[in-house]
């Protein structure tokens, strides 16, 4: 490894430095260098199988990385480093890494067995020790956030996809997370729900949540993003402010994207 | 329009076999019930004997110990061979074959003949001698859970499996330990799957352990070999156990029955399912 340990200057919520992912033979990530600020809503776009996915599961360690170093508001994310070497961490250690980092799936991937309400407040008790009066009271407070005030006692097969997707972003705030990733949060529902997903994602940024946003909502993009990754066949193509990007792309492989994108 | 009458189609060749069949057993049935060495009047006189109701007993008793050790300990197999460590798993592997194919009756003599080549355990300064902690139980015990193991093992396995992978994803993104997100999150859910043919196996267990009594461990059919040892109403006893076999799987089985429908079937139920099921445990646990 060539990379010296870098500790980020105090405005980099995420930094990435030459991640590298392979499959077996297949190299998915060929080095990834980017770095989120506290603060900046950043999205993703690039297209179906160019490593969106499996950068922003290594950000979280869902992923193992086969090369370079991910850090999470200055913290070395899945490995201790000592003595030059990379150790990676237990389940354990893990675990209180992702604690602050809140993630939502494409397929919303709620706790089927729970209710709205265990959904949302287990973790923050479990995990963060709160009581039950606090985690409970929190839990109502992020519902009335995402519009879904009184759906306490719903189980998640009782929710259409997007009040299921509005859920999920509710439980991973619950945990009070320092940083947002949402991997294609809108990609699995009905057209006719995404605009409420986004909504809410929208009250997230406007409250200055960091958030690394893979989507292929275009129109959100422009609106919401500070700055927009294109990324294809695992590197990054070209990246700058959302409206430069989407709308005068540079790079060819960006403009023929977004063309097919329209 | 006029009522229209339907004569449905006949199938002659099933009325042939139905005949057939109610001859064969009817036939059977004269054989058994004609027969002068049947003493008919020691069955009623044996059923509720002191003996024979010990003896049931023991083999609830069995039944019950022996599916509840063997579903803790099928568990443990269960996530050792799903583990990502190879030994842990290969020791896992190992064990499930090895106890699923050799027959469950060589394994209870096996156990209850330990003391022929570890006749002591010494650990530091105790001691005991294997003899008097082995006993016909203990072995008995031993054998029907160490066994049955390997197979809720299998059965663990499957349902842990079937619990979909986005849950453990979720869990772990939230910050779940693995120990957590396993007994929070992905064992709730198996159970759905797991609970039915944890239901089978224990129906088959309470005929299984009918096989200790090679050992004479006071089960139900060792008490009845006990009596027909001595006043030879060998056949008279053995149709008494039957019907007490017959009694206790017919229990368990509609026990099954209610169970499993209140589990639901469907995946659109799995909440639902997973609140009776906890109902069911509950109440079964305040019963018993
Ligand atoms: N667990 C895995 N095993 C093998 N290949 C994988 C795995 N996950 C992803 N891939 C491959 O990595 C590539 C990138 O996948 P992904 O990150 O999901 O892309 P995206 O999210 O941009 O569509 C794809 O070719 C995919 O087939
Ligand atoms: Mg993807």
């Known amino acids: ?262 | 329009m006029s009522e229209q009458r339907i004569i449905p189609a006949r199938n002659w060749g099933q009325w042939v076999i139905a005949i057939l069949l109610i001859a064969i057993v009817g036939f059977l049935l004269a054989m058994v019930i004609m027969s002068r060495h049947i003493t008919w009047s020691a069955i009623p006189q044996y059923l509720f004997d002191e003996t024979i109701l010990e003896g049931i007993k023991l083999t609830i008793l069995f039944t019950v110990l022996s599916m509840l050790i063997s579903i803790v300990a099928g568990g443990v197999l269960a996530m050792m061979r799903l583990s990502p460590n190879a030994i842990v798993s290969g020791f896992a592997s190992l064990y499930i074959w090895f106890f699923r194919g050799t027959p469950l009756l060589v394994q209870i003599i096996f156990w209850f003949n330990i003391q022929l080549f570890i006749p002591s355990i010494d650990i530091g300064s105790i001691h005991f001698d294997t003899n008097s902690i082995i006993t016909a139980f203990v072995a008995a015990l031993l054998a029907l859970s160490l066994n049955e193991a390997a197979y809720m093992a299998e059965i663990m396995r499957g349902g842990l499996m079937a619990v979909d992978s986005g849950q453990q994803e979720a869990a772990k993104a939230l910050g779940y330990t693995p120990t957590q997100s396993m007994l929070r999150i992905i064992f709730p859910q198996a159970l759905r799957v797991i609970i039915p043919p944890i239901g089978n196996q224990t129906i088959s267990m309470l005929k299984t352990t009918s096989l200790v009594s090679v050992v004479a461990a006071q089960d139900l059919l060792t008490r009845a070999q006990n009596i027909y040892a001595k006043n030879f109403l060998i056949i008279e006893l053995l149709i008494v156990a039957s019907i007490w076999y017959l009694v206790m799987t017919t229990v368990a089985s509609s026990l099954q029955y209610v169970i499993e429908r209140r589990l639901g079937r469907s995946t659109s139920d799995a909440p639902m399912a997973w609140r009776a099921a906890l109902r069911l445990l509950r109440a079964e646990g305040s019963n018993g």
């Not at chain 1, 992912?21 to 900046?40: C, D, P």
């Not at chain 1, 009581?131 to 006692?153: I, M």
């Not at chain 1, 991997?183 to 729900?193: K, R, Y």
């Open chain 1, 1 to 262: 490894m060539t990379q010296q340990p870098e500790f980020t200057t105090s405005g980099a919520m995420v930094e990435a430095l030459d991640v590298r992912k392979s499959f077996g033979a297949h190299e998915v990530l060929k080095g990834i260098n980017l770095t989120i600020r506290k603060g900046e809503v950043v999205c993703l776009l690039g297209p179906s199988g160019s490593g969106k996915s499996t950068f922003l599961r290594c950000i979280n360690h869902l992923e193992r990385m086969s090369g370079g170093r991910i850090l999470v508001d200055g913290h070395l994310i899945g490995y201790n480093e000592r003595h030059g070497l990379l150790y990676e961490m237990s389940g354990k250690e893990l675990a209180r890494q992702r604690q602050d980092i809140g993630m939502v799936f494409q397929r919303f991937n709620l706790f089927a067995h729970h209710d709205v309400l265990t959904n949302i407040s287990q973790a923050p008790m479990l995990i963060r020790g709160q009581s039950r009066e606090q985690a409970f009271s929190r839990a109502r407070e992020l519902l009335k956030l995402v519009d879904l005030e009184g759906r306490e006692d719903a189980y998640p097969y009782q929710l259409s996809g997007g009040q299921q997707q509005r859920v999920a972003i509710a439980r991973a705030l619950a945990m009070n997370p320092k940083l947002m990733l949402f991997d294609e949060p809108t990609s699995a529902l009905d057209p006719e729900l995404v605009g409420e997903v986004l909504a809410v994602m929208r009250k997230l940024a406007a409250d200055g949540m960091t958030m690394l946003v893979v989507t292929h909502e275009l129109a959100f993009a422009r609106e919401v993003a500070d700055r927009v990754i294109f990324m294809d066949q695992g590197v990054v193509v070209e990246e700058g402010p959302a409206r430069q990007v989407i709308d005068a792309p540079q790079h060819e492989r960006t403009k023929t994207f977004l063309r097919r994108m329209h």
